[in-house]
């Protein structure tokens, strides 16, 4: 089998050698596409951002305003992934392993903020949180937001890590290790927390990167309070109307850098688990 | 028992106050005073041209995205070239990118003081600040999708098929047409669902490279939070609510046509 998959995916051994214009203008027309669209753009935020030289760089991200909003974007994104590695493998717990009425709509529920727009989901929050609040809280215009926030729009990434994971898990070794007296907690943490823990790490890796860059969920709860509320995306909008484009460049250059860091360490986990488990 | 009752009750209170709440609030807000104000509100002529230029711009984005994403999911999985590990990574830096840093990147390129702005502006083409920024920024967000879910799909089912058109004579484009793009349809359907959501929902990027003239640059996103700054909550409750309503139909959509190795 895999022979034979290895030499049929030699060039034009598949059939489809012409389709697109031929190989060759395939790449082509693929790589220049992706070029003008996402490479180059991304490039001249790098290359602006160090315009000014090293030290121009330093001096954009130490800015204190920018400082403060990198600080609480960062620390933000830990408390909301922490947060997020617990529920969400607690709602993939209950929703493998518990089974009651309405379970399958709370399951498509999970899916909601990733088709639901973040503008919609910070204006949905304000709605219920913010000044007026019918239900009496009011979290609006302060740190708490950010993370509320955050968590909204996070939900889905470490259920749906976890979930397949735990429905792949045979129930053998935890009744086997109930019948030898290991108290739940046991069975918990030495039998299963060790087999979820690369897709909770990958989950928590996703949900660390979307938090660095998240906007449209946090612009209208936060009231972009400088030093206090403002995140570091909504610093750079500020930059960008303000026409400070290198302080803009140099902090999207922070974030970009750390978001691929996360993204690049999940991968690695999850390569180093997929190895071990085969 | 008791345990598992509780954390249920811990999970569901959870989802209830972080999501189902807020959505449901906005609906309840949206209608408390009847049907007409907010019929109102969403066929005011701001809300209306918003709205088509929503939906041109993911009409647009879809189809683009479509295209490249067949065409890239047959070159990584069919085709062996140097590099081609590095190609897949880079299609999915959309995702790690911060809507509002798409923005700027664009701004940075084809702003009239951009890289190819300032050339594209001596041939009367505007990008930013107008309507064809709109469909780059959200080109940009929604790319990776439909590759994303296609390469698997293209891997799953084998060359086979292909090679027996080929030794009957078919044509490379015929055998795209009547054997490939048949069997790899539901990735395809799956990651267009996924793109039309990203492109009806888009905010930051659109936000930076927009300009925002009412009217004329403003899409349903942005209609909500312009609506918002402008206290009129009835009518950035409405715009959401069509939105929410959007999103409900995807998720729908999402549910119905989810492949089935990732169903589980």
């Known amino acids: 089998m895999s022979t034979a998959r290895s030499s ?3 060039p034009g051994r598949s059939g489809l050698g012409g389709i697109f214009g031929g190989e060759a203008l395939q790449r082509g027309t693929v790589l220049m596409y992706l070029s003008l669209i996402v490479l180059i753009p991304l490039a001249a935020v790098v290359w602006t951002s160090g315009e000014e030289g090293w030290s121009g760089f330093w001096a954009a ?8 909003a990198l600080r609480l974007t ?3 994104a830990f408390v909301v992934t922490a947060i997020n590695a617990v529920a969400g493998t607690l709602i993939a717990w209950v929703l493998v392993r518990d089974s009651f009425w309405g379970q399958g709509i709370f399951n498509s529920v999970i899916d909601l ?6 503008i919609v989901a910070g204006l949905t929050l304000l709605a219920l949180y913010g000044p007026g609040s019918p239900v009496g809280i009011d979290i609006a215009y302060a740190p708490v937001a950010v993370v509320v926030a955050l968590l909204f729009v996070s ?7 976890v979930q397949p994971v735990l429905e792949e898990l045979d129930t053998e070794m935890e009744e086997a290790a109930a019948s030898l007296g290991a108290s739940r907690f046991t069975i918990f943490r030495r ?4 087999t979820l823990m690369p897709a909770i790490l990958g989950g928590s890796g996703l949900t660390f990167a979307r938090s660095l860059g998240e906007f449209g969920a946090v612009v209208l709860v936060t009231g972009n309070i400088a030093f206090e509320t403002q995140v570091a995306s909504v610093y750079i909008f500020g930059q960008i109307e303000g026409g400070d484009i290198p302080a803009a460049s140099a902090v999207s250059v922070v974030l970009l850098a750390f978001s691929l860091l996360a993204l690049i360490g999940l991968n690695v986990v999850q390569g180093r688990w997929t190895r071990h488990e085969e | 028992m008791k ?8 999970a569901l209170g959870y989802l209830g106050f972080l999501i189902l709440l807020p959505v449901g609030g906005v609906f309840w807000i949206t209608f408390r005073d009847g049907f007409m104000p907010f019929w109102e509100s969403i066929t005011t002529p701001e809300a209306l041209n918003a709205f088509y230029l929503t939906v041109f711009a993911a009409v647009v984005a879809v189809v683009a995205n479509t295209v490249f994403g067949v065409a890239a999911a047959i070159m990584l999985v069919r085709r062996r070239f140097p590099g081609k590990q590095l190609l897949s990574a880079l299609i999915d830096l959309p995702l790690a990118v911060s809507p509002v840093v798409v923005g700027l990147a664009l701004i940075l390129v084809y702003g009239t003081y951009g890289w190819f702005g300032g050339w594209l502006a001596e041939q009367g083409i505007l990008i930013i600040f107008s309507f064809p920024g709109i469909i780059l920024a959200t080109v940009f967000v929604s790319l990776p999708f439909v590759v994303r879910e296609v390469v698997p799909v293209l891997r799953e089912v084998g060359t086979e098929q292909e090679q027996a058109a080929s030794t009957l004579g078919a044509s490379s484009w015929q055998t795209f047409w009547r054997v490939t793009l048949p069997s790899i349809r539901p990735g395809v359907t799956y990651g267009i669902v996924l793109t039309t959501a990203k492109a009806l929902g888009e905010f930051g990027a659109v936000s930076v490279v927009s300009g925002r003239i009412i009217g004329r640059t403003e899409t349903l996103t942005l209609h909500v939070e312009d609506r918002f700054q402008a206290f009129d909550l009835a009518g950035a409750y409405a715009a959401s609510v069509v939105l929410a309503v959007l999103a409900l139909g995807t998720l729908f959509a999402m549910n119905l046509l989810k492949p089935k190795e990732e169903k589980a």
Do not use: H, W, Y
């Open chain 1, 61 to 68: 991200i130490t800015a204190p305003e920018g400082m403060a």
């Open chain 1, 8 to 10: 049929s995916r030699s």
């Open chain 1, 113 to 118: 903020p990733f088709a639901l727009p973040t």
């Open chain 1, 191 to 194: 039998i299963i927390l060790p």
């Open chain 1, 74 to 76: 960062f620390g933000a």
């Open chain 1, 155 to 161: 939900l889905p990434f470490v259920v749906r890590a």
């Open chain 2, 3 to 10: 345990s598992r009752l509780a954390l249920r009750a811990v």
